[in-house]
């Protein structure tokens, strides 16, 4: 599995993996990771960024060889579609939209909304809506609507997963935390400007570029869905 897996320090390189923030945004603990710096910003490490993301990938590769599940979460704005595509091929759940507090924590009510959800769709799939008036189906349709910007990625989420793949550390702090209090293995790209101790594999990286997390995502998915063919055989 991850012996067909090649990481490139050129292609990372090409990719913009290499910037971090802005120097005087740079949190004391990713001073490891750092190579020195351009125009005021931060480089990596490339070649430990590679080490590090191979760890990352011998990890995912296991627990999905285990038949283990894990969830995609990226929020930032320009990385959303990135997120969704990739979660979608390979076959994992997603969070894209805002964090909903208690997604982990509190994962009993959020399956409560998500089966209502679902209850919903399906009601106005077979017609069962059809009996309400058309300003009580028009609402019905608004409430679906805005319950699949919330749920439409964790539909098929039964159960807690075994880990959890943030492409954005500092704007999903929320999920990591709540990760690290259900005891869920957290994979994280992390940029210059966190903390990443919160994070049990880190991949040191810029999360901002959208050619960056799309090299990291293109990496991850390849293990995860060469993984789940080798264990299926």
Known sequence: MLKDI????????????NFGHKVSKLHPKMKQYVSGMKNNVHLFDLEK??????????????????????????????????VQQGAVECGVPYVTERWLGGTFTNFETIQKRVSYFKDLERKKETGDLAKYTKKEQLDFDKEIAKLKVKFEGVRNMS?????????????????????????IKIVAIVDTNVNPDIVDYPIPANDDAISSVRYIMDTIKEVIINSKNTSSK
């Open 6 to 17: 090649k990481l490139s320090v050129e292609e990372m390189e090409k990719a913009g993996v």
């Open 49 to 82: 960024t590679a080490n590090e993301l191979e760890k990352a990938l011998a990890y995912v590769s296991r627990i999905v060889s285990e038949g283990k599940s894990i969830i995609f979460v990226g929020t930032k704005i320009q990385m959303k579609a990135v």
């Open 159 to 183: 159960k807690l997963p075994d880990a959890v793949i943030i492409f954005g550390l500092d704007k999903d702090i929320t999920c990591a935390r709540e990760a690290k209090r259900k005891g």
